[in-house]
Structures are given as C-alpha cells and as structure tokens.
C-alpha cells in the first residue's frame, strides 16, 4: 500500500460531511481535561486525554460522527455509561456496556478473506532457497549482534478485533480484573464504533491488505523484548545452525546470542508464583519484564503505564515456550526439573482448576474443559486480566512435555499422563468440529499460526517412542488433526492470495506434518517472489530506516482492550528461514 493510496484516503477522511455526533462532542464534557473532580476515576480521565484526545487522532475522530447518536436518548444514554464509569468505585460494568454493545453490533464486522488464485505457481531453485535463509540468518544474527537482543513490535489497531461484538465486549467488561483495563477495553471500544461507522476514516487507518496476516502498518509501534519473544527467535537460529549452511563465524555468534536469550528467560524473566491448589512454589516464566530489560523506551514504558498496562503477569505460554528452548540449549540446566504439568494441571479446565476459570471467555465457541489457561497469579495474586484460554498455548503446553517426557515421567505417573491426555483432548474436538480454523476459535494468534504450532507440537510428539505414543494417544488423535490441518493449509490458506508470512506458516506446518514436497510450491513460490519487500524505502515503508528480507506481519494479537498486533519484521524473517529449513530437509531427504 503507498503513498498514493494514503493521499486518497485521506482526502475522502477530511472531506467526507460530518454525519452526528463524534466522540470528542460525548465525552469531552465528562472527561476533556487533566484535572478531575474529587471520587472520580481518574484514569479514565487520563486515558481519554492520552489515548483517544491526543493531537495525532482528534483531526480523525473528530471527522468520525454517528448518526444514531442524533438519537438523544442513545447519546444520553452512553454519555451515563462514561459517567457511570468515571465516578461509580463499584459501578456494575454489564450496565455501563449495554449501550455501547447494542451500538457496536449495528456495524457487523468480517475478517477479510483473500480472493482465490488461479494458475501453476514455480518453485525457486535449492540455490535461490538457500540464498534466502543466509539472507534471514544474517538479519537476525546481524540484530542480535547490533542490540544484544531481537525485538518484536506492537501496534494498536483502533478499528477492533471483527470477532469482537457486543456481548463480547460484555464478557470483557464483567471478566477483567483491573479497572484500568476495563476503562481501556471500554474507551477503545467507544472509539472502535465511530471508526467502523465512518468507512472513509477507517480506511485511513486500516488499509485493505494482500493474504491472511495483517501487515503492521501502523506508524507508532511498541519495540519491546520479551522471553517468548526470545525462546523464539532461540528456535530460529537453531533451525539455522542445524541446516549447515552457517559460516563458522555465524555458529559462534549463535551460540553466543542463545545463550544470552537463556539468560533472559530463565533468569531475568523468572517470576516466583504459587500453584493456586497445591500451594507449592514454581518458578515460572514473565512475559514482560519492567525497564530497562524490557528494552521498551522510556517514553513508552510511561505511556503504558498511563495507559493502565503497568501491571504484566505471567502466563502459560511464555513458560512452555522458555523451558522448550532451554531444553534443546542448556538440557542439564537445574530450572527443568521442575514438572510443568504439575503446575499446569491446577491452571486446567475441569481438572485442578478451581481458582481461575475463563472469565473472559469471548471464543466461547469452542469446549474448553481440559484446556489450559492463560494467565497465572503473582505471589501479590494480581491477575489484572482475569482469564482466558487459548488453542495454541495449548499445543505450547504438550511440545514441552513431549521434550521432557522422561524427565517429567510423563506416562509413568498416571496424574501427569491425565493432564496431557485431557489437553489431546480438546485439541481433537477443536479438529473434529473445525473450529480450529475459525479465527474466533482463538485469543491470540491466528488459524494458520496454530496448523504451524501444531506442526511443531506433532514433530515433537513423533519423536516419542512408540510405547509412550501409544499411552498419550490412545485414539489416534494426532492423526486425525494431521489430516484436518493438512486439508486446512491446502484446501483454504494456499489456494488462496497469500504473503510471505501466510507462506511461512503454510511451509511449516506442510514440512513438520510430512506433506508431499509437491504441495510446498505455492508458499516457496511466494516467498520467493516478495523476497526484498522489506528492503523498500519510503514514508509507509515497514522499516525505512533498517532494511529487513521481509515487512513487518501480525504474528499475534491481542482482542481486549482492542486489536493489539505483535509481530516485526525480524519476526517474519525467523519465520521464513526455519520454514525454508525445514522444507530444504524434506526436498533433499
């Protein structure tokens, strides 16, 4: 998308009438200003001002008006939400988002899908195939020796998450802890409503995009680091180490830079909880550290703060994905003795799980008994998101069990062996109804990241013995979801106009699920064929000022308080070189 399109849409944004009240006309009588009255909220006061009456979004949402809003019973009737919520210590939340649920189920919203393709697409050569991951390795080892760490990206996306409508916003609302994050998912989602209404202003910040990833295309994003971040790019470089195409020089700054991103996970991430049942210690892994590890400017950092995201806790995933790369670098270290299905087993659906139920349960369209949750309590028991579950972690959760199964006596010890057992569970019936491929399904990644994920979980369990295989799955479910997601990749993602990231994703589940090498044409092809994209310079350029192999996709997201992408452009080269690794093994076995 360039210059021309922005120009356009820009000149249809500002000149396009004013239709109703905006939101500036609701909420600056309530909440315009620094300074509040004695017993209001003052963070809603301080979120409207930072996030929504800042200099850089007024000229747009103050184009943004609702014409149901000339209704002034509806107008008076959100305006009492916003009171409501400033001023009520106790306010009852389904109340305050009734109005606005109704509003934002009057602009239904659809994921785009991206039109079919037609025609026999050419493969690269094995020379152009190991040009590129050479050139993907030299972008992340080159970072790692550059910043002594590999970023991710985040950006806010105002116009909402499709999946999310109003009872979902309810759900919200009623299920998150922290009233910061309630006031955030409340405000964004007033926000939300007068952009998806106002077509031209919406277009402005969320431009149509080519495949199934969204592009980070937002101008202002979040660097950061964090240990899933790390545990990632760790795998990556492994992937590259193991492919034998590293120079010497490279295999030494490998090992030096995962090491350094084992120091972080284990050491600087580690957060000392307690197992809401049992009461016994662990030490788990944090997502986001707090300054200066996080690596987040100091600007930013206060701006998240303000904001109401001070508080990170630490979750499930993070964890399983940290111990996973430190069992394949530093298998002897003393942290992995540690039985994570032990601690999982009380973060459990219909397990142990007594505690910490999904309170935010806006993917309800799926069973979610033997899955588990999200978010684990600090020792100060903060869980300022209250709980959601997520597909994918799950998968996360059995590929570091299958890692460590003779460490973890995972079949020998019957609880262990149940845990698991109920996981491969509810990952059959996400396969069996297909709702796996739904990408309300998910909290935070997308279908095509999940059939990766499960690649990545199915070539670790593969790796048992047969005995030990045979004691997890005893119904052949593993099998049963290969199927599933191989028809998903090549059925729906190839067969439709993709970019390198969907390719990436659709190679990696295609190479670790032993598809035919035949069906990796469409995603080589592609990736091939955008190779360089990153290296554009211009005002929307994805990095103008540090050229990468690749643009910067959404890798994961977040729904609440609205669409939070993650991803950079580094992100999108890791994921390049270990799917092209990976399909180079399997074209020349």
Request: include cysteine; hydrophobic fraction near 40%.
């Amino acid at each position: 998308m360039g210059i021309a399109y922005f120009a356009r849409a820009a000149r249809r944004a500002f000149t396009t009438r004013v239709c109703g009240p905006t939101i500036y006309d609701l909420c600056a009588p309530l909440l315009s200003g620094r300074d509040g009255q004695r017993g209001e909220d003052a963070h809603l006061r301080l979120f409207y001002n930072t996030a929504l009456a800042n200099l850089g979004l007024r000229p747009l949402l103050a184009r943004a008006g609702l014409p149901q809003l000339k209704d002034e019973a509806r107008f008076r009737a959100l305006q009492q939400s916003v009171l409501t919520a400033r001023d009520n210590p106790k306010a009852d939340w389904l109340a305050i988002g009734k109005p606005l649920a109704a509003l934002i189920d009057e602009f239904p919203q659809q994921h785009p899908r991206p039109p079919s393709v037609a025609g026999a697409a050419k493969a690269p050569s094995a020379t152009r195939i190991e040009a590129i991951i050479r050139a993907c390795a030299a972008d992340l080892i080159g970072c790692h020796e550059k910043h002594e760490f590999i970023p991710a990206h985040a950006a806010f996306n105002l116009v909402g998450d499709p999946d999310f409508h109003g009872r979902d916003l309810l759900t919200a609302l009623t299920g998150l802890n922290a009233r910061t994050y309630k006031n955030a998912t409340f405000l964004f989602n007033l926000a939300r409503v007068f952009l998806v209404g106002n077509p031209h202003v919406s277009a402005l910040l969320n431009p149509p995009w080519q495949g199934w990833a969204e592009p980070m295309w937002a101008p202002v994003q979040i660097r950061h680091r964090s240990a899933y971040y790390d545990a990632f790019f760790a795998e990556a470089l492994l992937d590259y180490r193991e492919s034998g195409l590293a120079t010497p020089a490279q295999e030494a700054a490998i090992g030096r830079a995962t090491r350094a991103m084992v120091e972080f996970c284990l050491n600087t991430s580690r957060e000392r909880v307690r197992g809401p049942a049992s009461g016994a210690e662990f030490d788990i892994i944090t997502a986001l550290a707090p300054p200066p590890h996080s690596r987040m400017s100091n600007f930013f950092w206060k701006l998240k703060s303000d904001l109401g995201f001070g508080l990170y806790a630490p979750d499930c995933d993070t964890t399983a994905c940290s111990f996973s790369a430190v069992t394949q670098i530093e298998p002897e270290h003393p942290l992995l003795a540690q039985p994570l299905p032990d601690f999982y087993a009380q973060y459990q659906v219909g397990h142990d799980n007594h505690k910490n139920p999904p309170t935010v349960s806006i993917n309800d369209n799926i069973e979610f008994d033997g899955g588990v949750v999200t978010w684990i309590e600090n020792l100060n028991g903060d869980r300022p998101y209250g709980n959601d579950l997520d597909p994918t972690l799950n998968l996360d959760v059995l590929e570091v069990s299958f890692r460590n199964h003779e460490r973890w006596q995972i079949v020998e010890n019957p609880k262990r062996l149940d845990t698991l057992r109920r996981i491969i569970r509810f990952q059959d019936r996400l396969a069996d109804t297909g709702a796996f491929a739904n990408p309300r399904s998910h909290i935070y990644y997308l279908p095509e990241l999940y059939c990766a994920y499960f690649g990545r979980c199915y070539a670790a369990f593969r790796a048992l013995p047969q005995a030990k295989r045979d004691a997890l799955d005893p119904d052949g479910s593993f099998e049963m979801i290969r199927r599933q997601v191989l028809a998903c990749v090549c059925d729906e993602l190839l067969a439709a106009e993709i970019n390198p990231f969907d390719a990436a994703l659709a190679l990696l589940a295609l190479a670790k699920l032993g598809a035919e090498p035949e069906t990796f044409t469409p995603a080589l092809a592609c990736i091939d064929e955008r190779f360089g994209e990153g290296r554009s310079v211009g005002a929307f350029a994805p990095s103008p000022l540090t050229p990468h192999p690749f643009r910067a996709y959404e890798w994961n997201k977040m729904k609440t308080p609205t669409r939070i992408l993650v991803g950079g452009p580094e992100v999108t080269s890791a994921f390049v070189l270990s799917a092209l690794v990976h399909a180079r093994k399997c074209l020349n076995p």
